[in-house]
Nanobody, 121 residues
């Protein structure tokens, strides 16, 4: 089985920064594609950032230029650097990964439990 452990959330003032981490362990050998999602109360889940195995990245318009996704392949860890945070960034953030399992099979979607990010005005 694949486990994803998220860390780095918390409470910050507007304009501040946080770095989220998502460490994959268990049966996963390597990550193929990793995503960061967020969901605020009363809103739909939003895909905010994606990174592929070759480090190609993509961002939603709402975070482009402020958030940066990266990965450490040796540690099977994905990061989300969040800068110039705004109150509207307040949400629960989730990482999701697909990848190759130690069995040689494929994992098509494992999810973290979610971490709270709160930005005060």
């Amino acid at each position: 089985q694949v486990q994803l452990v998220e860390s780095g959330g918390g409470l910050v003032q507007a304009g501040g920064s946080l770095r989220l981490s998502c460490a994959a362990s268990g049966s996963i050998l390597s990550i193929n594609v990793a995503d960061w999602y967020r969901q605020a109360p009363g809103k739909q889940r939003e895909l905010v950032a994606t990174i592929t195995r070759d480090d190609s990245t993509d961002y939603s318009d709402s975070v482009k230029g402020r958030f940066f996704i990266s990965r450490d392949n040796a540690k099977n860890t994905v990061f989300l650097q969040m800068n110039s945070l705004k109150p509207e960034d307040t949400a629960v953030y989730y990482c999701a990964v697909s990848g190759t399992l130690v069995t040689g099979g494929e994992d098509f979607g494992s999810w973290g439990q979610g971490i709270q990010v709160t930005v005060s005005s």
